[in-house]
């Protein structure tokens, strides 16, 4: 099923600006000229959620939204189907703008293309599992049959076959999520929105979720758009990945451009942390395929991360590896000496930057 | 200084007008809409009275039988239910059978209707924050006002009998159950309102599937509230001739009869035991999925 096309639709955030408080509307102008969050909390009593977001959110990836709390992550993914309402902005899914929509037209929005996985789960706890995890279609008002019929196969592809009777209460936090997953893939939406999902979940079931997940994204193809305050899990789930602070996003791309080219000071504290054989890619260090003779005959495919290479060319016992592309032919070459010193956290923030070059 | 010693109150003449003006005015009401609002009631009558019928008519085992059952339904536990065959036993060997049944069936009326009006103002309640303002001074009024006082004009409108007997009942022990139903809605939790709302639930999906079953225990022990209220008020609803256990009690303290009042009293609290000990074993299991078993 590798080849199943995508199924979700593309999320476009233009301008969106949310202020909280009695009269949002009346700052935002001067937000727009560039008030301060901080002058407008202390001069006029309201707080800024979100200033000028901007992202643009491809059909069929997984986006990460990461950022600590208070930095208007969760704010921001509420916006998207719009459980809270902009002060300002455009949402656009399918071309069509959620923040327009009357009431009507929202709630049938939310049923048909979003589903939402959250952080406390948010089960019912009078229903059993198989009771939650039709819960969307019965909304949607499905025939029975048919509600549990596809239910069932949710419930079985997140490992809970056999719990259909159970009760929220009689599982395990990780079981609980999986119903929560369950629940949202049932609604079967084109759009699957994370909350925080694995956050209250401790490592090691959080670590089996995030496989779950990544796994059940190679057949369904959704666009998911994912919640998280921990890089570790950003960079090994997001396709994508933009950074909010302050209700801002500082940095957007792909794992490896953030881990590389941290934007300011505080990204690069986070990217301090993280294990970066497991982002950087192979083709980033490599030098210009010139040298044959010195590789030994090992290859890596191209996108292979360094930590992988690090693995086979020590297997091998190679000090260098060609880098080939799908069709095999060689693109680059990589040394050991270069692959260990990217695979080290450099010092400072300059630093990261020169190995990037 | 005279005014510093008694109060400087309203001329005697004014209050005294102003009494006869409510009174004569309230009397006018009375003649004019006496009969609708009688006529309105009527419903209310013939449900009390079949009520009665049948808890009279019916043979005592199968009552007790009757009884057993819906105890066992709700409470799932042979000790109540023991209880509350022996209680009824207890009374009926007393003499007081069909004074009991009599109570019982104005209490379920009672509840009944209470359940009914109390549950939708509740939740209206819950949705909107100045529609609870208003209520809330009037539950508050309908709770501390001496029941003699509102007995008055309900029995000026409606005489005596078992409607404004039931009606009196009502006021006094509606309140506990708006106002619980009113607290279980809203402190239903919001994470679990925020899902319903991100699937598209309409407001009345939302009620129905999630407000009203996780506020059920709350609601529960609203009910559990007005059967005691209403318990309580048998003897005082007993001098407007609503029959029962009341009765005899209101007889004996005319009378000075010791051993009635105390007989007929605890057949009220044993009445009331049996209420409480059942409808809370029935919260209780509501509740059973909603605590929390693992950490």
């Known amino acids: ?357 | 200084m005279d005014w510093f010693y008694s109060f400087p109150n309203m001329n005697d003449d004014t209050l005294r007008n102003l009494k006869k003006a409510m009174d004569e005015g309230f009397k006018a009401f009375t003649r004019e809409y006496g009969d609708i609002i009688e006529s309105f009631f009527q419903p209310l009558q013939y449900f009390l009275i079949e009520a009665e019928r049948f808890m009279t008519t019916t043979p005592w085992p199968i009552m007790l039988l009757l009884i057993g059952g819906i105890a066992w339904i709700a409470s799932r536990n042979w000790k109540i239910v023991a209880g509350t065959i022996i209680t009824l036993l207890l009374i009926g060997y007393f003499d007081m059978w069909s004074d009991a049944m009599k109570t019982i069936a104005m209490i379920f009326v009672g509840t009944v209707v209470s359940i009914f009006v109390g549950i939708p103002i509740g939740i209206i309640m819950a949705r909107s924050d100045s529609f609870q303002r208003v209520v809330n001074p009037i539950l508050d009024v309908m709770q501390t006002m001496p029941s003699f006082v509102y007995l008055i004009p309900v029995v000026m409108l409606l005489g005596i009998g078992k409607v404004p007997g039931l009606i009196a009942v009502v006021i006094y022990a509606i309140p506990p159950m708006i106002r619980l139903t009113n607290l279980g809605i809203r402190l239903v939790d919001k994470d679990v309102l925020e899902a319903a709302d991100a699937f598209g639930s309409s407001s009345w999906q939302r009620l129905k599937n999630v407000q009203i079953p996780l506020a059920l225990p709350t609601i529960m022990a609203g009910i559990n509230q007005t059967i005691m209220m209403a318990l309580a008020m048998v003897v005082i609803a007993s001098m407007i001739g609503v029959q029962g256990l009341g009765q005899p009690v209101l007889r004996s303290v005319n009378g000075q009869f010791f051993s009635l009042g105390l007989f007929n009293g605890l057949a009220i609290v044993g009445i009331a035991i049996i209420f409480d000990r059942v409808s809370q074993a029935y919260g209780k299991r509501l509740q059973k999925h909603q605590e929390v078993v693992h950490g």
């Open chain 1, 1 to 357: 099923m590798a080849d199943r096309s995508v199924q979700g639709a593309g999320i476009k955030i233009k301008n969106l600006y949310k202020i909280f408080g009695q009269r949002p509307v009346s700052y935002v102008e001067a937000v727009k000229k560039g008030m301060s969050k901080t002058e407008l909390n202390e001069q006029h009593g309201h707080v800024l959620g979100l200033r000028d977001i901007n992202i643009d959110m491809p059909a069929g990836c997984i986006q990460v939204v990461m950022g600590l709390s208070g930095s208007g992550k969760s704010t921001l993914i509420r916006h998207i189907n719009r459980l809270i309402d902009p002060t300002s902005g455009e949402v656009i899914i399918d071309g069509a703008d959620v923040c327009k929509m009357n009431q009507n037209d929202l709630r049938e929005f939310r049923r048909h293309k979003t589903a939402m996985v959250f952080q406390k789960f948010a089960l019912l706890p009078h229903r059993t599992v198989l009771d939650n995890t039709v819960y969307g279609l019965e909304i949607q008002g499905l025939p029975r049959d048919k509600q549990e019929a596809q239910a069932r196969r949710w419930i079985e592809r997140v490992g809970l076959k056999g719990f259909e009777g159970h009760y929220p209460n009689q599982l395990s936090g990780g079981m609980q999520q999986r119903v929560g997953l369950a629940r949202a893939l049932t609604n079967d939406a084109p759009i699957l929105l994370m909350d925080e999902a694995f956050s209250a979940l401790d490592p090691l079931i959080r670590m089996d979720m995030q496989s779950v997940l990544l796994d059940l994204q190679k057949e369904i193809r959704k666009t998911i758009v994912f919640i998280t305050h921990d890089l570790d899990e950003a960079l090994r789930l997001g396709d994508r990945i933009a950074i909010l602070r302050d209700g801002e996003v500082v940095q957007q791309g792909t794992g490896q451009d953030i881990v590389l080219q941290p934007a300011d000071e505080y990204i690069s504290n986070f990217v301090k942390e993280v294990n970066r054989g497991r982002v950087i890619m192979v083709d980033t260090i490599a030098t210009p395929a010139g040298a044959p003779a010195t590789s030994g005959g090992v290859t890596v495919r191209t996108g292979t991360i360094l930590e992988e290479a690090a693995k086979t060319m020590t297997d091998a016992n190679q000090q260098y590896a060609t880098i080939i592309d799908d069709n095999g032919k060689p693109t680059g070459v990589i040394s050991m000496n270069n692959l260990i010193q990217a695979m080290v956290t450099p010092i400072s923030h300059l630093t990261s930057k020169a190995a990037a070059e």
